[in-house]
């Protein structure tokens, strides 16, 4: 089965640092890789995935990822962080043909 | 932009009793997903729905529960002689024509089982 791995629970990172987010992957063929984010009350948002392609994917809100495949890695990335970024990030692999199998979640805290 | 809708936002029910959760997906989307999120735990796959059908379906789906797509608009899922465990958030989600095209949540259905 295809699983993605978020080895963090929190995160935390000063407003205006750069900030990533780990996702490790393991799947047999091609991924197809999501990352979501939730906030407090709501339902989950996409903010960019990777089909194929471009190693670094953009996304919304200044979100980027990079695609890794020899280190089986999609970390999400901000080169400035917001204090309103501050949420529950969820990175997610496709499973055949459609269902979402989603990691923990990584809990983002971004300090004025 | 279009959203996807749940209601009610907050459930609660008896153990044993039946309830529905609806969901209004985005109007042109042709996969349908359910999915729920235990209080502190990950978000968890129950079954997709496409072509009037269920496609697939994780082992959590099992016989007390079920989906519909009763009209154009509307696709709702039933969960028979509910338990305690069935307490969680349920979200909907619609995708569009392609499968691996993203999913688009809605904020959910609180379920409190007492």
């Known amino acids: 089965a295809q699983s993605v791995a978020q080895p963090e629970d929190q995160v935390n990172v000063a407003e205006g640092n750069p900030l990533t987010v780990k996702c490790t992957y393991s799947v047999s063929g091609n991924p197809y890789l999501f990352w979501y984010v939730q906030y407090p009350n709501r339902g989950l948002q996409f903010l960019l995935k990777y089909i194929t392609g471009d190693n670094l994917v953009k996304g919304s809100y200044g979100f980027e990822a990079e695609f890794n495949k020899s280190q089986t890695s999609f970390h999400l990335k901000k080169p400035s962080a917001l204090v309103s970024d501050s949420a529950l990030y969820f990175c997610?692999?496709?499973?055949?043909?459609?269902?979402?199998?989603f990691g923990k979640g990584t809990s983002l805290l971004v300090t004025p | 932009e279009p959203e996807v809708t749940q209601t009610p936002s907050h459930q609660v029910t008896q153990m044993g009793q039946e309830v529905i959760l609806r969901c209004v997906p985005i109007?042109?989307?042709?996969?349908f997903y359910w999915y729920r999120q235990i209080l502190g735990q990950k978000v968890e796959f129950l079954v997709s729905?496409?072509?009037?059908?269920?496609?697939?379906k994780s082992e959590i789906f099992d016989d007390q529960f079920s989906v519909e797509r009763p009209d154009g608009s509307n696709f709702t899922l039933k969960i028979r002689s509910t338990k305690l465990e069935d307490s969680a958030m349920y979200f909907c989600?619609?995708?569009?024509?392609?499968?691996?095209?993203?999913?688009?949540f809605g904020d959910g259905t609180r379920l409190s089982i007492l």
């Open positions: 997610a692999v496709r499973e055949v043909p459609s269902a979402l199998n």
């Open positions: 109007s042109n989307h042709l996969y």
């Open positions: 729905f496409y072509n009037n059908e269920i496609s697939e």
């Open positions: 989600a619609s995708g569009g024509s392609e499968s691996n095209q993203p999913q688009h």
